[in-house]
């Protein structure tokens, strides 16, 4: 039920909810930062906090969807940091999530008091109806809960776009609620009403997945304020404030027009501005049909038990049950947030799929604070707050290891021990993107490690932005190859423009262009592949084991290298897919190096090749593996199965 005019103007602050913040409110981020920043990644982690990384510290364009919001505030942070930036912006991240963690108590509060009735509730001598010091309590351990399920808490370990949405998730929410809950033809509202549609603009300028919410926020307003004109006129005066939030997507265009040396996209016009902000470039991967959900959403259903702790799980079910017993609003706002949630994410055929069920864990999160407070009811706030605090205890005792960065190393060794290991000036082909080559955006422009090294991404070459990147950066680079560019440019434009295109046509001049690439530089520079790449690229070339990659060379004579000894730091009790596959790059090397050896008649060099290559496995076998969704399983299998043979192989060498 709504709550009533006399319950709102006395519990909400002086501006719509924005004035001094409850207790709740700064026990969740006190609590939580503290945890957060104990657990943060120390370096460059996986994927794309590299580039972001890099992007802020530049003042650059992100990848799709540019997200400015999160670049300014990295800047910002980065400069302000007298350290290594990488510290600053995870520490950032670890801020913005505590941050969250802290609205999110407010948010949880304001449903909680819409749904009992606020003070009408307790005038009406409701059993065990809760006064504002009890459900504040109450709405805090449920937020401190939430933020330690290990799907919000792994956002706060590094640097990412979805630190900062785990921010702008429940403040949207908290706002929504306080506006709705008020009277529209009162100031407060009113007010409450332009935050509100202000800060989702502002939210969508960092994740689009913030639509996830439109379903539930729609049901729940037309179901609070009727389906009339007067509802629609409503809204309609919101739309210039959620413009407003809009406009730091302008620092997108303003900026490629600088010709930063990141520009992902290069948004210098309407058509890739558009492309770009809708992420034209990722849709392929979304809703990628049963056989991904089932993967996706069976992976996110296995292993919500564990992750809240079991009986957090049944204490948000017996919440969504008794929400719906006093308010169906809330609790159709709550089941819409959910599924909404899990049909997206579990349709979207991407390996780090976690981050794209967070506003699914705050709607568990809200049930387990009606639970709370039903037990408050039911049993006295003894009993809600010793389960409260108990289900607090219980999520940082079981997941304070699985969710502990601090000691993750791999990405910034893999890097380093690759670009160390590399003559000078040389050229890299890759599509590491994940482990080394996001990371070497930092760590060459920030950092200033090894940049005579030019890494050059094989999958981006198909993008015409980073062609314009390349020509930037490298400019002699891009000479050698100048006619074949422009061939490849003038068969892919169709394609970006949304033209019809020739896909073979497309793909003859992309592997022309690539192969002109190596060929022409091998001449008169190392130039070097890693061995994920298909082989026909670089043909008419052979590819010898060096270092973490195979250099291109147009002869058979036998090349020598310096033995390696790579700084390797193992991120200990962690087995999942991406530790396995760092530890699969060290080993594949190794052992390619190991027969190169033997081949060429070394066999005491190839057995030292040989143990060294042992010395990665992962510290885990097949049966230690957690749930993982998508391919995770197989691919930390690939590399588990790989070392199982190599070890049979150098014993029986």
């Known amino acids: ?64 969807t540019g997200y400015p919001t999160l670049t300014l505030l990295g800047f910002l942070a980065s400069r302000l940091w007298p350290a290594r930036p ?27 008091e819409a749904a009992q009735g606020g003070a009408a509730g307790r005038a009406r001598g409701e059993r065990g109806a809760l006064s504002p010091p009890q459900r504040r309590a109450i709405t805090a351990l449920a937020a401190l809960f939430t933020a330690l399920v290990p799907i919000w808490w792994l956002q706060a370990n590094g640097f990412e776009a979805y630190a900062l949405h785990a921010l702008f998730l429940p403040l949207v929410l908290w706002l929504f609620l ?201 049993f006295g706030p003894r009993a809600a707050l010793a389960l409260g605090a108990a289900l607090v205890v219980a999520q940082a005792a079981l997941h304070y290891r699985e969710c502990d960065e601090s000691g993750n190393h791999l990405v910034e060794d893999l890097t380093t021990n690759l670009l160390r290991s590399l003559p000078p000036d040389a050229v890299v082909f890759t599509t590491l993107w994940d482990y080394t080559l996001s990371a070497a955006w930092y760590l060459q422009a920030v950092e200033q490690l090894r940049p005579d090294v030019l890494m050059v991404d094989v999958e981006l070459l198909r993008r015409r932005w980073y062609l314009d990147q390349l020509e930037r950066q490298a400019p002699w680079f891009m000479a050698k190859v100048a006619p074949e560019v422009a061939r490849f440019r003038r068969e892919v434009e169709p394609f970006e423009r949304h033209r019809p295109f020739r896909p073979a046509t497309i793909e003859a001049a992309y592997v022309g262009m690539v192969d002109s690439m190596i060929a022409r530089h091998q001449a008169e520079r190392p130039v070097f592949l890693t061995s994920e790449l298909a082989p026909h690229h670089g043909r008419g070339f052979r590819r010898v084991p060096w270092g973490l990659a195979r250099r291109v060379t147009p002869d058979s004579s036998y090349l020598p290298q310096e033995f390696p000894a790579y700084r390797f730091r193992p991120w200990p009790n962690r087995a999942n897919p991406y530790v396995a596959t760092v530890s699969y790059i060290y080993g594949r090397a190794l052992a390619e190096r190991m027969l190169y050896e033997q081949d060429s008649g070394r066999p005491e060099l190839a057995r030292r090749y040989g143990d060294y290559a042992l010395r990665f496995a992962p510290p885990f076998g097949l049966e230690d593996l957690p749930p993982m969704a998508l391919e995770g399983r197989e691919l930390t299998a690939k590399s588990v199965e790989f070392f199982a043979r190599l070890k049979q192989v150098v014993k029986g060498g």
């Open 178 to 378: 306080r506006y709705v809950g008020g009277r529209p033809a009162e100031a407060p509202t009113r007010r409450a009403g332009r935050w509100f549609a202000f800060a989702l603009g502002l939210s969508f300028t960092n994740h689009m997945t913030t639509v996830l919410l439109a379903p539930a926020l729609v049901f729940h307003f037309f179901a609070a304020r009727g389906l009339r004109r007067g509802s629609f006129t409503e809204l309609a005066r919101l739309v210039p404030f959620f413009l407003l939030g809009l406009v730091p997507y302008a620092w997108l265009p303003l900026r490629a027009a600088m010709r930063p040396a990141f520009s992902w996209g290069n948004t210098v016009d309407l058509a890739r501005f558009l492309d770009h902000v809708t992420a034209w470039q990722y849709r392929v991967w979304l809703f990628g049909g049963w056989e991904v959900f089932r993967q996706q959403a069976g992976w996110f259903f296995a292993d919500l038990p564990r992750q809240t702790a079991w009986a957090g799980l049944a204490l948000a079910l017996f919440g969504l049950w008794e929400l719906a017993r006093r308010s169906w609003r809330h609790a159709a706002l709550t089941a819409l947030i959910f599924a909404a949630t899990v049909l997206y994410a579990g349709s979207y055929q991407i390996r780090d799929i976690e981050p794209y069920f967070l506003a699914a864990v705050m709607a568990v999160g809200l049930c387990a604070a009606a639970g709370l407070a039903a037990l408050h009811r039911r």
């Open 1 to 64: 039920m709504p709550a009533t005019g006399p319950r709102v103007s006395t519990e909400r602050s002086t501006v719509a909810g924005l004035g001094p913040r409850p207790v709740a409110a700064a026990v969740g981020f006190v609590v939580t930062a503290i945890v957060y920043l104990l657990t943060m990644c120390r370096t460059v982690g996986f994927i794309d906090r590299g580039e972001l990384s890099a992007v802020a510290c530049t003042l650059g364009v992100a990848h799709p």
């Open 86 to 112: 990488i510290l600053a912006l995870n520490a950032l991240a670890a801020l913005l999530v505590a941050a969250g963690a802290a609205v999110m108590a407010l948010a949880f509060d304001a449903a909680l």
